[in-house]
């Protein structure tokens, strides 16, 4: 495909996006999302973000295959988490499960500094490559076990897991900021759900299922 091709499918994107959005919002409770959000959809080449013979399929809002059974999300989902957070430009967001840095490119473009975690060391090598033809300058991609969060760098104003463990990490939470949020998938195999965490200023923590989903299991929470 051209260069023009893939925009046209990047715009069409765009507005099917928007318009699940308002299919959707009885379940969400968002019926539009953020305009920097929506930007950044347009914005990022996800053609470049997956394997060259899923390319044709790179704007469809469906999920594709990036090797080691792992998938990129479809765009629709990767808005709602994104929105769902809220990003500010001066936020330090935590990523768990890089993949081949579609997502990573996404939250580059509204945070401060993204810290993304990969488990599967040829995605992280190759997510490095492609996002730093991306320009995305912003983003440290780490290969480790991505339940245990990155002590390192916390604790994180936002927090985005695009795999799924049964149960939500305990490190990631602890990690966030007061105030902060992170959003996940979690739940068995087959009863996943995205989940909305909140950190609250004056403590504690709520939860606020959004939607049943289906992710990739999370590599590394069996040994946790």
Known sequence: MRAEEFEKARRRMVAEISARAVQLREI????????????????????????????????????????????????????????????????????????????????????????SIEIIEELGRQAKQRLRRQGCTNVEVKIANGYHGWSEHAPFDKVIVTAAPDLIPPPLIQQLKAGGKLVIPAGLPDAQTLILVEKPSDGGVTTKEILPVRFSQLEGAEAA
Request: proline letters at 8%; a negative charge.
């Open 28 to 115: 969400t409770g968002r019926a539009a999302f953020d305009e920097r959000v929506m930007a950044a959809m347009g914005r990022i080449p996800r053609h470049e973000f997956v394997p060259i013979e899923f390319q044709p399929l790179a704007y469809a809002n469906i999920p594709l295959p990036i090797g080691f059974d792992k998938t990129i999300s479809q765009p629709y989902v990767v808005a709602l988490m994104t929105d769902l957070l809220d990003i500010g430009p001066d936020d330090a967001v935590l990523e768990i499960g890089t993949g081949l840095g579609y997502q990573s490119a996404i939250l580059a473009q509204l945070a401060c500094k993204v810290y």
